[in-house]
């Protein structure tokens, strides 16, 4: 994934002091600041990254000698650099500006101080930059948990979602989920043309928003697991009868929970759902799994017998 | 799994109307069948994930159908989109 300058100084109302090569991309999230670069070192320099000049760098070219300025700055513009952006509104040195606008190289610059620049960049390049995928379900959030609720086209995933949200629990995106990769956790979206928007069969697309209210919607949600709804079959199950199996399924290279539930009718998905989201709860934070507690409750009636 | 890149024709695109004739059709077809646009694919029976592709005219897009009626899929879906959805 690449992300372009144009939209960087936009999402992060940055001033532009020299407009650059408009093709040039951010390809890494990651920030260099280039003090050793202005002291002549140039081994393990990354020069693909964006060039942060905060109030150390500036003073360090401020206080050197204007000859050497130039030569040094000169240097560092023969690389082919993203951008250089400077922070708290600092004015970059005449030097910066002349050589950068020879070489097409953009140079920007914000009023933030740099720790806090640095990090809000990385904020958004990392989620700028993030791998993509599409899949086909339903994003739920079930008491404050991320649901993927996937199955087969006409299986009810929709249905499900719609009574979820009647029982007051909130919908992030119906059939098409857009996820993104950040940090390990899984983001899901909806496209922007369908969000809020539902179909359900025989009553065709429906808002959300508009019947429902703007608390039935989310813009966005972590993944925390994946249900898949399949038809029961009664010859041969394989459902986990335990609770405690440890079936994953792999999205974007995340290793993400997923739980099996049959449906037939008469089933109430909805209730499941909610059960399935309180257990998620429940597992994460207790230290214990309702079969080890029968477990050991088995074990103590076996020991009073001896 | 058969596949077929085509360019849509018609002035609106796949737009509301053209995207419920689209999703009918690909509804009859007993193969899993996707749409895919710019890398993304979705599922060519559901209205709301064709609509998310937001499909305009002149975009290109790729339908892939798998199982045992395929090759009537695609050519249904080819043949609608080529026919501009019946628009003038």
């Known amino acids: 994934m690449t992300l372009e300058i144009e939209k960087l100084i936009k999402d992060l109302n940055l001033d532009v002091i020299v407009s650059g090569d408009r093709n040039k991309k951010i390809t890494t999230s990651d920030i260099n600041r ?13 020069e693909d990254r964006v060039q942060v000049i905060g109030m150390a760098e500036w003073s360090y070219l401020d206080k050197m000698d204007p000859d050497l300025r130039y030569k040094r700055i000169k240097e560092f513009f023969k690389f082919d650099i993203t951008c250089v952006i400077i922070s708290r509104g600092l004015n970059p040195h005449e030097e910066i500006i002349d050589t950068a606008k020879e070489h097409n190289i953009w140079v920007l610059r914000s009023s933030l ?18 791998e993509t995928t599409s899949l086909h379900g339903e994003l739920v959030d079930v008491y404050g948990v991320g649901i ?53 069969r025989g009553l065709g697309i429906i808002d959300v928003t508009a019947l429902y209210g703007l608390s039935s919607v989310l813009k966005e949600k972590i993944i925390d697991f994946v249900i898949e709804l399949e038809p029961w079959n009664n010859e041969y199950d394989d459902f986990d009868r335990l609770g405690n199996s440890n079936e994953t399924v792999e999205i974007l290279g995340v290793s993400i929970k997923k739980v099996r539930i049959p449906i037939r009718p008469g089933r109430n998905l909805a209730v499941i759902i909610e059960a399935a989201a309180a257990n998620y709860r429940y597992l994460t934070t207790s230290s214990i799994s309702p079969v080890e507690i029968i477990d050991k409750r088995i074990e103590e009636i076996n020991q009073k017998k001896v | 799994m058969v596949s077929k890149e085509v360019v849509v024709l018609n002035s609106t695109g796949i737009h509301a109307r053209p995207a419920a004739i689209f999703v009918k059709t690909a509804s009859g077809f007993k193969s899993d069948i996707t749409v895919s646009k710019d890398g993304k694919s979705v599922s060519a029976k559901s209205i709301i994930s064709v609509l998310s592709l937001c499909i305009n005219k002149d ?16 050519k249904a879906l080819v043949d609608l989109i080529d026919s501009k959805f019946g628009e003038e």
Do not use: W
């Not at chain 1, 280039?34 to 990354?46: A, H, N, R, V």
């Not at chain 2, 790729?62 to 695609?74: F, K, P, Y």
């Open chain 1, 34 to 46: 280039p003090g050793l670069q202005f002291s002549g070192y140039y081994d393990y320099f990354g």
């Open chain 1, 113 to 130: 101080q740099t720790t806090r620049l640095m990090k809000e960049l990385i904020t958004y390049m990392e989620k700028e930059l993030a």
């Open chain 1, 148 to 200: 993927l609720i996937q199955g087969k086209s006409g299986i009810g995933k929709s249905e499900t979602a719609l009574e979820l949200i009647k029982r007051g629990h909130i919908l992030v995106s119906d059939d098409a989920v857009e996820i993104k990769c950040v940090g390990g956790s899984l983001y899901g979206t909806s496209p922007y043309s369908t969000s809020g928007m539902i179909e359900v």
């Open chain 2, 59 to 74: 975009s290109k897009i790729t339908i892939s159908a798998n199982g045992e009626d395929e090759n009537e899929a695609i």
